[in-house]
């Protein structure tokens, strides 16, 4: 009877055991659940909302051109950006400022394509994260989980205005975001796939970031962005988010 008694109370423990752990389960693949994981990951909360400005400088190197360059990325919270490449022969020069947007021309900055706008949206949203996870800032689903490259990762989706809709691969173990990516499409010629990589993650401010960035189009590995200089917070003049020379 004694030996009939624990077995039926080991096998409820076992039950509710197996209850808790689908309940944690079920919790976690949430994009709410998930997206408290990546903040605690990241610093926490408070600390990410205390994020105002990154400007962060490094080097590129592009693949496509086989061209060394200075990079230097300027945002400011919320909507705006400034992306700097320099090379011996030339350069480029964006510019994001809420609703408008300004490129490089054969003249200086001229008003940005609708293309180029679209992928200047996309690239402040995912930099900006998880600052806009955060604030909640940006819309987000859960896409489910993922194998990229060997790696079992979860996936969200953010849909921002004015650009296709963000996967955003998040590491399943460390919660690290590990890649970004949205598809353009182009008309006739179809869709295609941008992507960026992160890896090098280390604190600033109290606050995780990558310092190393590989940009994809499809397959095809278009550049790698080293940063060993990010500053978080800094007063960033408001000349640099206008079509102005630079200061």
Do not use: C
Request: hydrophobic share 40%; proline share 6%.
């Amino acid at each position: 009877m004694i030996a009939a008694r624990q077995t039926v109370q080991l096998i409820l423990r076992a039950v509710l055991f197996i209850a808790l752990a689908a309940g944690t389960a079920h919790a976690a693949d949430t994009a709410d659940g998930i997206v408290a994981h990546v903040l605690a990951t990241y610093g926490g909360a408070e600390a990410i909302g205390r994020v105002k400005t990154v400007a962060a400088h490094g080097t590129i190197t592009d693949y496509f051109s086989d061209r060394e360059g200075v990079y230097s990325r300027y945002a400011e919270r919320p909507g705006k950006l400034r992306v700097e490449i320099t090379y011996d022969d030339g350069g480029e020069l964006r510019i994001l400022n809420d609703g408008s947007a300004w490129q490089s021309g054969e003249n200086g900055l001229v008003p940005a394509r609708p293309m180029t706008y679209r992928s200047m949206v996309y690239q402040y949203t995912y930099l900006d994260l998880p600052m806009g996870f955060a604030d909640h800032s940006v819309p987000v689903s859960y896409g489910g989980r993922e194998l990229v490259g060997g790696r079992e990762v979860y996936l969200l989706k953010v849909t921002p205005a004015h650009s296709p809709e963000i996967r955003v691969y998040i590491d399943a173990k460390s919660y690290l975001i590990r890649r970004v990516a949205a598809t353009f499409r182009m008309g006739i010629m179809g869709g295609s796939e941008l992507a960026t990589e992160y890896g090098d993650f280390r604190p600033e401010s109290g606050v995780l970031f990558p310092h190393l960035l590989t940009n994809y189009a499809g397959n095809i590995k278009l550049s790698e962005i080293t940063l060993p200089r990010i500053r978080i917070n800094a007063v960033l003049p408001a000349s640099l988010f206008r079509p102005s020379p630079s200061p």
